[in-house]
Every structure is written in C-alpha cells, then in structure tokens.
C-alpha cells in the first residue's frame, strides 16, 4: 500500500479514536521493514489509545532494537519461537524461552500456559514482551491453506460453528486488500477471491469494514451458513482457544 493510503487510514482510526490492537504483520516479519521503527512512531502519534504490538519470528530482535520499538511507543511485543521441521511435534521447551530473554537481558515476570503455546512474559519499561514456544500441530489449518497431515488434529469434518472472529478483527494485506479474516492467507488467490472485502486503496477502511457485504457476510457466519462463495469457511477448523488474540 503506498504512504498515503496508511496516513490516511491511520486518520480514518483517529476519527474513530481507536483504542484497540493494533498490529504490524500479515503472514511477514514487520522487524525485517527498515520503515518499522518510523511506522511505529506514525502509528502511536496517531492513536494515542491503541495497543501497538509487534508479532515476530525474534531473528531480528535485539535488546537494542527492543528500546527502539518502546522509544518508539509500541505496547507490546510477541515472539514466537518456532521448531525447527524435525522436531515440529515436540513438546515445548521453555528453555528456548529463557535464552530469548537472557538474550534481550530481561528478567522472566511470569509464565503462561495455552492451548497452542507456553509463554514467559517479562517487562521494559511500559512494553510488555511475550515469548512463546508454540505447539505447532495445534495451530488452525489456515483455513484449509495448511497441509492436515501437520496437524495433531486434522479435521474434515464440515463446520457446523458459527464464526465471529470477522466481528471483531480487522486484516489487512501488504497490497491493501481487507480481507474476511486473518485465517486467509492471500485473497489474490482465485479459492480465496471471495474473501477479498475490498480495497483501502480505493475505500476508506470504515467504508469496507460497515460496508452491506461485510455485514451481510458476518450475519451468515453468525449463523454458520456458509454456502459456496465461502467454501474455505465449510472446512476451516479455526476456533478461539483460551489465551488467545
Ligand atoms: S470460518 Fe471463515 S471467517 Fe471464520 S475463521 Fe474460518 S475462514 Fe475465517
């Protein structure tokens, strides 16, 4: 998306004196932008309210890089630890954890268990900093995008739940497309097209997130009518698990 289209849409939140998360990724590592630490300063001097937060794969983080991201107003910061391919379903180790921390020169606060995830928290200044080591084989199918072999407990199962997240999460692509859910991973795919709610380089994003189709969509996934156009959503076997966000 170009630099005036996120001005204008961090304008377009301000007007609406957003105060929720806020998040720099979508299927990326924001920490590999050389633009983050000014997007971040932009994004806090516009939403005064918001919660800033950082999700990341840690490569690029360092404890320098951390002061900048708090410097720069961020609230938060998530690493995800991942597995290397062999040892994908393997239990958690939290030892990986402390080393991150160690490695950022922060003292573990707490600690944390989840479905998908064990996480150890720590604190700099006003930013929070999680570190998760993920239970991989529980992550969601991506809607259908990830192969089921991976997954401790692949469904093909035809969905019969209701979905709310649409409600109450926003994702937006590098190229600007507004999607129906984060679970999508590219709408410019031709199985995914229909997920496409429009484009904020052409609608402002109040525009498409109230817009009749948004929420005549949402309507039908509150009653988990899918139908054909939204075929991913039939075998998607995302669900809120507790910890989640
Ligand atoms: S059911 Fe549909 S809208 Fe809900 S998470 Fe899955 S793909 Fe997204």
């Known amino acids: 998306?170009?630099?005036?289209?996120?001005?204008?849409t961090l304008a377009e939140l301000a007007a609406l004196d957003y105060s929720g998360w806020f998040a720099f990724h979508n299927y990326n590592?924001?920490?590999?932008?050389p633009r983050i630490l000014s997007l971040v300063r932009e994004a806090r001097r516009a939403l005064a309210r918001a919660k800033l937060t950082i999700y990341t794969n840690g490569d690029y983080l360092t404890a320098r890089l951390l002061d900048d991201l708090c410097d720069a107003g961020i609230s938060e910061v998530k690493v995800?630890?991942?597995?290397?391919?062999?040892?994908?379903?393997d239990e958690p180790m939290l030892s990986r954890a402390v080393s991150f921390l160690d490695h950022l020169g922060l003292t573990v606060a707490s600690h944390a268990e989840h479905y998908r995830r064990t996480e150890l928290?720590?604190?700099?200044?006003?930013?929070?900093?999680?570190?998760a080591v993920p239970r991989v084989t529980r992550f969601s199918s991506r809607a259908?995008?990830?192969p089921l072999g991976l997954l401790a407990h692949p469904t093909r199962a035809l969905r019969k739940e209701p979905c709310l997240l649409p409600c109450s999460s926003a994702a937006i692509d590098w190229k600007g497309n507004l999607k129906l859910c984060c679970q999508i991973y590219d709408v410019t795919l031709d199985q995914y097209k229909p997920y496409n709610m429009g484009n904020i380089e052409s609608r402002s994003l109040p525009d498409l997130?109230?817009?009749?189709?948004?929420?005549q969509l949402r309507a039908r996934l509150a009653l988990a009518?899918?139908?054909?156009?939204?075929?991913?959503?039939r075998w998607c076997d995302f669900r809120v698990a507790p910890g989640d966000r």
């Open 121 to 131: 928290h720590a604190h700099t200044g006003h930013c929070l900093v999680r570190v």
């Open 1 to 8: 998306m170009t630099r005036a289209v996120w001005l204008r």
């Open 144 to 146: 259908g995008y990830l």
């Open 80 to 89: 995800t630890l991942y597995p290397t391919a062999d040892c994908v379903a």
């Open 29 to 33: 590592e924001p920490l590999a932008d």
């Open 225 to 233: 009518r899918f139908g054909a156009d939204l075929a991913a959503c």
């Open 209 to 215: 997130w109230f817009s009749d189709r948004f929420e």
